[in-house]
């Protein structure tokens, strides 16, 4: 099963994303925008994992998130990967936690390694919500989405729960939650 980590945030900070991102998306065809309801900040992605690993991987990312304090975390400004003038996937960013929530997904990328859910392929953890993804393979220039976005900051809010999730691939992606763990250190 294809497995990954996540902040859930909650459906009012959502609500304020889908409103400024709605008036932007229009006029982008290019773009397939992801649905608000999936929406999710990874902090670890795990990819194919044997379902014999489920047990010790609940076990040491307990244990990871049992280490980090909530924290107040909040969107603000757009992103891109690779670069904006021709962009693949179109962000917003995650600003607050510091230190911590890099911390964090780095304790509970290094849980799942050691549970045997490593993904060998790991980019440097950069905080984000997806909004879109290209439809050309080459990507768009969204240079003039991403200056749309750039004064967007949304209200704070609480992360404080971790959760893992399983991705369902197909037509429409799904995502189903298996466990999720309070941050209580
Ligand atoms: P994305 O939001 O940047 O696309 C489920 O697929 C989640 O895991 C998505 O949020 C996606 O990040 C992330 N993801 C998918 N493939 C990945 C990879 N190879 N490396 C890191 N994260 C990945």
Same mark, same amino acid.
């Given at each position: ?5 996540? &902040? @859930? ?6 609500? %304020?994303?889908? %409103? ?27 990819? %194919? ?16 998130? #049992? ?6 975390? +909040? ?8 670069? !904006? ?16 929530? +890099? ?11 050691? #549970?045997?859910?490593?993904? #060998? ?7 984000? &919500?997806?909004? !879109?993804? @290209? ?14 976005? +750039? ?9 404080? @729960?971790?959760?893992?999730?399983? +991705? ?18």
């Amino acid at each position: 099963m294809r497995l990954f980590v996540a &902040l @859930s945030p909650p459906p009012e900070g959502l609500a %304020e994303v889908a %409103e400024a991102v709605g008036s932007l998306g229009k006029d982008w065809p290019e773009l397939r925008w992801v649905a608000p309801e999936t929406w999710h900040v990874t902090m670890a992605f795990l990819g %194919e994992v044997g379902e014999g690993v489920l047990p010790g991987l609940g076990v040491r990312l307990a244990r990871a998130a #049992a280490r980090y304090p909530p924290m107040t975390l +909040s969107f603000a400004a757009g992103g891109t990967f690779p670069a !904006a003038a021709r962009a693949r996937v179109v962000w917003l960013g995650v600003a607050g936690g510091e230190t911590t929530l +890099s911390r964090l997904a780095a304790s509970l990328a290094a849980g799942a390694r050691r #549970a045997g859910a490593d993904h #060998a392929d790991r980019k440097p953890f950069h905080p984000h &919500l997806t909004l !879109a993804r @290209s439809r050309p393979r080459t990507g768009v220039d969204a240079r003039p989405l991403i200056e749309g976005l +750039s004064g967007f900051a949304g209200t704070p809010w609480l992360a404080d @729960s971790v959760h893992l999730m399983r +991705s369902h691939l197909g037509p429409v992606v799904r995502y189903e939650t298996l466990d999720s763990w309070r941050l209580t250190g």
